[in-house]
C-alpha cells in the first residue's frame, strides 16, 4: 500500500516500503493532502481522497503526485489513477484564490509575489506530478466518474488510457477562472479533438459527458458508474498479459509518433525491432 497527502507539510519526503508485493509511500498531513498511492505487485493505484471537497487539488497534491512518480517502484508497470466518492477530481481547490490560501500551503496571491523564476519553478514543480505518468514503462489508466473539471479533467488527459463512468463531466475550466491550463493539459487535448474543439472546449469551459468524450476520443469507453471498477481491472489485467518489454518499446514508438515524419517514425521502429529480436533470439 502507498499512501501520499500532502496539504499542511509538504516538506516531507515520501518513504517507500520495500521487501513486500504491497509498499507505502507517507506524506505530510493526509487529511488536507488527500492522495494515497497503493502499490501491489506490478499495479500501482493512485487515489485523490478528499471526496467531502470533491478531491480538489492544491500545489501540495500536485507535488504529493510528483513525489510518487519520484519514488515509484520499479516492478510497477500499470498506474490507476482514481478519485474517491462521486467525483474523480472537481478541480483547482478554491481556497487558493483567497488571500489565506489552503493552510500552511502556497495560495495564487502568495505565488504571484515570487519572481518569474520562481513562480515558473513552482508551475514546473506541479507540471511534474502529471508528466511522469506518460514514462513508456508503464501504462496509465484515469477511472474517471463524476467531474473532472480543469487540473481533474488535465490529471485524466495526463494518462495513457481513459475509462469513464456515464455519469463523467469533463470540463476546462481555468480560461473562466482567468487562467490557463498549465498542467501539461493543451498538448493531449489538441492532440486528441484538434486545435479547433480544443479551443472551443476551453474558451466556453462547457461541460463534456460520457458519450461526447467517447466520440471525440478522450475516452476509450464509457460504462455505467457501477461497472467502472471491474471494467478497470479487467484492462489492467489485459494490459499485463503483453511482453513488459515489448510493451514499453511500442509505447515509445507511439508517443513519438506524431513529432516524427514517416521516415524517421520507420526508422525508430527499425531501432526498436533490432533490441527486441536480440533479446529475444541472440542466446538461441
Avoid: Y
Avoid at 459527458?209 to 464509457?222: D, H, K, P, Q, Y
Amino acid at each position: 500500500m502507498a499512501e501520499a497527502a500532502v496539504g499542511g507539510d509538504p516538506e516531507h519526503a515520501p518513504e517507500t516500503g520495500e521487501g513486500s508485493d504491497v509498499s507505502t509511500v507517507s506524506a505530510a498531513a493526509p487529511a488536507e493532502i488527500g492522495l494515497r498511492c497503493e502499490v501491489d505487485g506490478e499495479i500501482a493505484t493512485v487515489t485523490l481522497d478528499r471526496p467531502d471537497k470533491r478531491n480538489a487539488q492544491t500545489f501540495a497534491t500536485w507535488s504529493a503526485l510528483a513525489r510518487i512518480g519520484d519514488t515509484l517502484p520499479e516492478r510497477v508497470r500499470v498506474v490507476v489513477v482514481r478519485g474517491e466518492g462521486p467525483s474523480f477530481s472537481a478541480g483547482i481547490d478554491l481556497r487558493m484564490f483567497t488571500p489565506e490560501g489552503v493552510p500552511g500551503q502556497e495560495s495564487f496571491a502568495s505565488a504571484a509575489a515570487l519572481g518569474d523564476t520562481e513562480l515558473e519553478r513552482l508551475i514546473a514543480e506541479a507540471q511534474r506530478g502529471f508528466l511522469w505518468l506518460r514514462r513508456p514503462e508503464i501504462v496509465s489508466i484515469a477511472a474517471v466518474q463524476g467531474h473532472a473539471i480543469g487540473a481533474g479533467f488535465q490529471l485524466a488527459l495526463a494518462c495513457d488510457l481513459r475509462v469513464v463512468a456515464d455519469d463523467v463531466k469533463f470540463c476546462m475550466k481555468e480560461p473562466a477562472l482567468g487562467l490557463v491550463p498549465d498542467l501539461t493539459g493543451t498538448k493531449p487535448l489538441a492532440d486528441i479533438v484538434g486545435v479547433p474543439r480544443a479551443i472551443e472546449m476551453c474558451l466556453t469551459a462547457r461541460v463534456v459527458g460520457a458519450e461526447e468524450a467517447v466520440r471525440l476520443g478522450l475516452a476509450e469507453i464509457a460504462v455505467p458508474a457501477g461497472e467502472l471498477d471491474q471494467t478497470t481491472r479487467d484492462l489492467v489485467a489485459a494490459l499485463l498479459a503483453t511482453d513488459h518489454a515489448a510493451a514499453t518499446a511500442t509505447k515509445r514508438l507511439l508517443r513519438a509518433a506524431p513529432g516524427r515524419t514517416l521516415e524517421e517514425q520507420a526508422a525508430a521502429e527499425r531501432a526498436e525491432q533490432v533490441a527486441r529480436i536480440r533479446a529475444l533470439f541472440a542466446s538461441n
